[in-house]
């Protein structure tokens, strides 16, 4: 099946310093994509999603880039606070299909 | 608090009981969906409601699983003759259109732990 990989399972960044977390995806039929941020013993929160028709997107401090030549995508947070600390995921899904596809995770620490 | 809702949050029990989880979506919410998340992973997609018709089920999704919508809105998961590799996180999802791709918002999932 489709498979979401990631490639550093976990990331340490000093405060103030913007953090890149990166996403393989191995599906070329993917679609629409989303980064969620989970901290512990909590649900995955909703960070932003991106179409398959766009290559790049921004948020608030965050922005998510696609490559679809290579099949990957990042999620880059300027900035990094404390509050970044959690676990984040990228999810993949094909439209024709209710699937989303999850990685392993990175697991993001920010250091005071 | 108008966010996806799970109960209970935690769940102990024996080897061999049943359990039922609930829960409650976003409002007005048509999609939901449930999802299984074992310690160090992403969640893994276990079944799929539009309404109260359940669309599509994943291979994961044993004999031993059933869930509902029967009215549309809040959905059970019930877990038969529980095993030890059922210990997970159980979560819960919405979100609203006709397509999947619009961001789906989870709930705090419930933790079944097998004793």
């Known amino acids: 099946g489709e498979s979401v990989g990631l490639h550093l399972p976990t990331l340490s960044v000093q405060e103030g310093d913007n953090s890149i977390i990166n996403c393989a995806y191995s599906n070329s039929a993917s679609d629409y994509f989303i980064w969620y941020k989970q901290e512990s013993g909590k649900g995955p929160q909703f960070i932003i999603d991106i179409r398959s028709n766009m290559d790049k997107r921004q948020g608030q401090r965050v922005t998510v880039l696609l490559n679809k030549t290579v099949k990957h995508l990042s999620l880059q947070i300027a900035a990094t606070q404390p509050g970044d600390s959690a676990v984040y995921f990228c999810a993949e899904n094909k439209n024709t299909g209710n699937q989303f596809y999850f990685g392993t995770g990175t697991s993001l620490t920010v250091i005071p | 608090d108008t966010g996806v809702s799970q109960d209970p949050r935690h769940k102990i029990t024996k080897r061999g009981q049943n359990v039922t989880f609930r829960c409650d979506p976003i409002s007005e919410h048509n999609r939901l969906y449930w999802y299984r998340q074992t310690l160090g992973q992403g969640p893994e997609f276990l079944t799929y409601f539009q309404n109260e018709a359940q669309l599509e089920k994943s291979r994961l999704l044993s004999d031993r699983f059933s869930a509902e919508r029967p009215k549309g809105s809040f959905s059970t998961l019930e877990i038969q003759r529980t095993e030890q590799g059922d210990s997970a996180m159980y979560l819960c999802?919405?979100?609203?259109?006709?397509?999947?791709?619009?961001?789906?918002?989870f709930g705090d999932g419930t933790r079944l732990s097998i004793l």
């Open positions: 999802a919405s979100s609203s259109g006709t397509g999947a791709d619009q961001p789906q918002h």
